[in-house]
């Protein structure tokens, strides 16, 4: 079993960075792979960045280049460092841990983490 609780959201101006973080508890952490989403209003959950237990990296078309994601074993974390937001960004972010692989299906994922919103104004 894997609880996941997300912080760092909240209000940035376009053209400006943010960092959310997941902090996980349990101790098979360290054997998912983990993953963000987001959802804006209206839309469906879309699959933004994740990171296999081996630090093997994979990211959305939309993010690349923008967002780095990392996580930390000893301290149970994975981080999302997000710059150049625009207001396209703007949803609420959702922390997941899942199967190998790094599937972009949120179907795929076993746990997921309450989320935090993320507003962009422009």
């Not at 933004?48 to 994979?58: F, H, M």
């Not at 999302?80 to 609420?92: F, G, H, R």
Request: charged content about 20%; some cysteine; aromatic content about 12%.
């Amino acid at each position: 079993q894997v609880q996941l609780v997300e912080s760092g959201g909240g209000l940035v101006q376009a053209g400006g960075s943010l960092r959310v973080s997941c902090t996980a508890s349990g101790r098979t952490f360290s054997r998912y792979d983990m993953a963000w989403f987001r959802q804006a209003p209206g839309k469906e959950r879309e699959f933004v960045a994740g990171i296999s237990w081996r630090q093997t990296t994979y990211y959305a078309d939309s993010v690349k280049g923008r967002f780095t994601i990392s996580r930390d074993a000893a301290k149970n974390t994975v981080n999302l460092q997000m710059n150049s937001l625009n207001a396209e960004d703007t949803a609420v972010y959702y922390c997941a841990a899942g199967p190998s692989g790094l599937p972009t299906d949120p179907g795929r994922y076993d746990y997921w983490g309450q989320g935090t919103q993320v507003t962009v104004s422009s």
